[in-house]
C-alpha cells in the first residue's frame, strides 16, 4: 500500500512522531522526516526544518518535490507540550508554542497539498483530548490543539477540490517512556485498562492514510483509552 510512496512525519526525531515514523518506514514507504533535531531511524531520511518558519517549510517542501516528485502523506506532528501558569507566560512563549503546534499545520499541509498530485493524499494533523477538556494553566497548549482541530475540517472542505483528504488525531495519555515507570492506577483508571503506547497512534495514521479509507475525511479520532467519555464524580 504505501511502498516507494513518499510520506512526510513533521517531528520525528522522538516520542509518537519516532514512532510513527517507524511504522510508515516498516510498510515500505519513503519517509522523510523533519524536525529541528536529527531524526535516527534507520529507512528514514532525516531533513532539517523549523516547521514553524514558512520559509524553511516552503524552500524543504520544494526541494523533496525536486528530489521525489509528488508527495503522497504528511503527518502534522510537530508540537510542545510545555505548561505554566497563566501569570507566567510571555508573548515569546505563547509565540513559541503556537507557531510549533498550530502554524507549522498549516504551512506544511499548505506545502504538501501543491504537490499532492497521486494516489493516497492524506494529511493527519496531531491535535490532543486537551481541545475538547482541560487541567489549570494549559492555555497555551489547549489553545493550539484547539486550533488544530477546527483547522482540519477547514483543510478538509478546501483541499477537497483537489482530492486530499484532511483528518486529526487526538491522542490521550500516551507513555513514551519506560512503561514499568507507571502505576496499576495509572492503567486502571482508562476503560480500556492500560495508558497508550506511541503505536497505537502511528497504527491510526496507516489506517487514516490507506485509501481505502477514502470516505473518511474532516474527522477526528480520539485514542485516548475511554477518557474522554469517562463521568468523573469526587465522593
Known amino acids: 500500500m504505501f511502498k516507494e510512496k513518499t510520506v512526510i512525519v513533521t517531528g520525528a526525531a522522538e516520542g509518537i512522531g519516532n514512532h510513527i515514523a517507524a511504522h510508515f518506514a516498516a510498510e515500505g514507504a519513503r519517509v522523510i522526516g523533519l524536525d529541528i533535531n536529527p531524526v535516527e531511524l534507520k529507512d528514514v531520511e532525516y531533513r532539517k526544518c523549523d516547521v514553524g518558519n514558512f520559509g524553511e ?3 524543504v517542501f520544494k526541494e523533496l518535490h525536486a528530489d521525489y516528485g509528488a508527495i503522497h502523506a504528511l503527518i502534522n506532528n510537530a508540537g510542545l507540550s510545555t505548561f505554566k501558569s497563566i501569570w507566567e507566560v510571555d508573548e515569546q512563549e505563547w509565540d513559541r508554542v503556537i507557531d510549533t503546534n498550530l ?6 499541509s499548505r506545502e504538501a497539498a501543491r504537490y499532492m498530485t497521486e494516489d493516497i493524499r492524506s494529511i493527519i494533523n496531531m491535535t490532543s483530548t486537551r481541545a475538547f477538556m482541560s487541567e489549570p494553566h494549559t492555555e497555551t497548549y489547549s489553545a493550539s490543539k484547539g486550533g488544530i482541530f477546527a483547522l482540519t475540517h477547514s483543510l478538509a472542505a478546501t483541499f477537497s477540490e483537489k482530492g486530499i483528504r484532511v483528518n486529526s488525531i487526538a491522542p490521550g495519555w500516551i507513555h513514551t517512556g519506560d512503561h514499568t515507570d507507571l502505576r496499576d492506577s495509572d ?3 482508562h476503560w480500556s485498562g492500560r495508558v497508550g503506547e ?9 489506517f487514516l492514510s490507506n485509501p481505502q479509507n477514502s470516505f473518511i475525511t474532516g474527522e477526528c479520532l480520539n485514542i485516548d ?3 474522554t467519555r469517562k463521568m468523573i464524580y469526587e465522593h
Open 57 to 59: 517549510v516552503i524552500s
Open 103 to 108: 502554524k507549522s499545520v498549516f504551512i506544511c
Open 187 to 189: 492503567h486502571q483508571q
Open 198 to 206: 506511541p503505536a497505537d497512534i502511528a497504527r491510526a495514521c496507516l
Open 225 to 227: 483509552g475511554g477518557m
